[in-house]
């Protein structure tokens, strides 16, 4: 399986490249901005956008992906008619075809199709052998996540507990592998593409984790378990992966925990979310940034009560928490379980069953919410203070 995560790592990165390439030019920026159709409209956002970048960023992933791994290919969102963008076989090909959605800008045409042809070399991962069968694989794709922060371009945002609330460090790239038969998240590779600013040359660099969890298997490329630490030096080329053995994540001896909570959230959960943590609760932009904090141990848990989270937005993010002994949690479905007198079964988002009646987008959307967790017992911490929320 190194060859898949391998692929995919490799992807990500070469759909980090092309998200800051068409960031860089403030006037290529503009242009490659188009207006989401009206079906695919996210409800949280009035003006909600899908971008050239998007569409470019996806149909690499699939060309690259899609190259070593045919059968598993499945993608989160089949765009419209609006934009046509393929990578083609030679980048000539790919910057022609470019040119005619750019309105004959043969310039940033060449640009976006020298990156999207580059090869990058990654670092040997060095996952150790595992033998997933092929045929079972499903991915989902987010091309870019928090589409709202990456246009809005903030560059000198603050962050608080080493968490941004805003800005382009809150823009990821989620590339998420799940079982097609049950539906469990099996690898995933979470891109940060603006995660350093150099002050000097105001260029951005990226970083990117990975985990893989499969049966009794674990292996990721962080450590299982840190707080608030310095994260520089355990993403990317991390010097050895660390393989995990499945229930074996340390046991926390904490009364109390810290939050990541979307702006978004209901003033509901929010109250009693910051009566629980206190000073330890956090807002940021992003659902895969959010989960990314948990994933870093910056926060125990991100709570979502809302339906506006997709399986795009989780899938990848789930499987790197699954393989440092966490997981995401569908909310609703838990405190119903609870309801029932049920505390030992809790219910993880599955990704390959669609929400029943329901059309477009909203198909895949996480209907019960979710609760993104390292340690069983933050769960069941939050479990236990919302458990008088309506389900
Ligand atoms: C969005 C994006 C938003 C998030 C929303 C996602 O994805 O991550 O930031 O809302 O749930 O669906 P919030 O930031 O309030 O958590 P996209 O940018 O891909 O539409
Ligand atoms: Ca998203
Ligand atoms: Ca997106």
Not at 13 to 42: D, W, Y
Not at 49 to 57: E, G, M, R, Y
Request: charged share 25%.
């Amino acid at each position: 399986m190194s060859d898949v995560i391998a692929a995919l790592v490799h992807a990500s990165e070469k759909a980090a490249k092309i998200a800051r390439a068409c960031r860089l030019e403030e006037s290529l920026f503009g242009l490659l901005i188009e207006e989401k159709k009206e079906g695919e409209k996210n409800k949280k956002f009035v003006t909600d956008f899908k971008t050239l970048a998007d569409v470019l960023v996806q149909e690499v992933i699939k060309h690259d992906v899609g190259k070593q791994l045919l059968t598993f290919m499945a993608l989160s969102t089949t765009y419209g008619e609006k934009i046509h963008v393929k990578v083609c076989e030679t980048e000539q090909e790919t910057a022609k075809l470019l040119s005619k959605v750019l309105d004959g800008n043969m310039e940033a045409a060449e640009v976006l199709a020298r990156s999207a042809h580059q090869n990058i070399v990654i670092p040997d991962l060095d996952t150790g052998k595992i033998d997933i069968p092929q045929d079972r694989l499903g991915v989902w794709v987010d091309p870019i996540d928090s589409t709202f922060q990456y246009i809005k371009g903030i560059s000198d945002s603050k962050p608080n507990n080493n968490i941004y609330s805003h800005g382009l460090q809150c823009v990821t790239i989620l590339i998420g592998v799940y079982d097609l038969h049950s539906g469990t998240p099996i690898m995933g590779v979470l891109n940060q593409p603006f995660a350093v600013q150099d002050p000097e040359t105001q260029r951005w660099s990226g970083q990117y984790y990975w985990g893989i969890s499969y049966g009794t298997t674990n292996v990721c490329s962080l450590r299982p378990h840190s707080k608030n630490r310095d994260v520089s030096s355990e993403s990317n080329s991390v010097p050895a992966p660390h393989h995990l053995k499945k229930g074996s994540a340390a046991d926390l001896e904490e009364e109390h925990f810290s939050a990541v909570l979307s702006t978004g959230e209901t003033v509901c959960v929010k109250t009693l979310l910051k009566g629980a943590c206190g000073d330890n609760i956090h807002y940021a932009a992003g659902a895969g940034y959010k989960s990314l904090c948990v994933v870093l141990g910056f926060v125990d848990v991100y709570v979502f009560s809302e339906d506006t989270t997709f399986k795009w937005d989780c899938c990848s993010p789930h499987a790197i928490l699954k393989s440092l002994g966490g997981g995401m949690a569908d909310l609703r479905e838990c405190l119903r379980r609870r309801q029932d007198g049920n505390l030992e079964d809790c219910s993880e988002l599955v990704y390959n069953a669609p929400v029943q009646d329901a059309k477009g987008a909203d198909r895949w959307a996480n209907k019960g919410g979710l609760v993104a967790y390292r340690s069983r017992k933050h769960l069941d911490a939050v479990l236990n203070l919302l458990s008088g929320i309506s389900v």
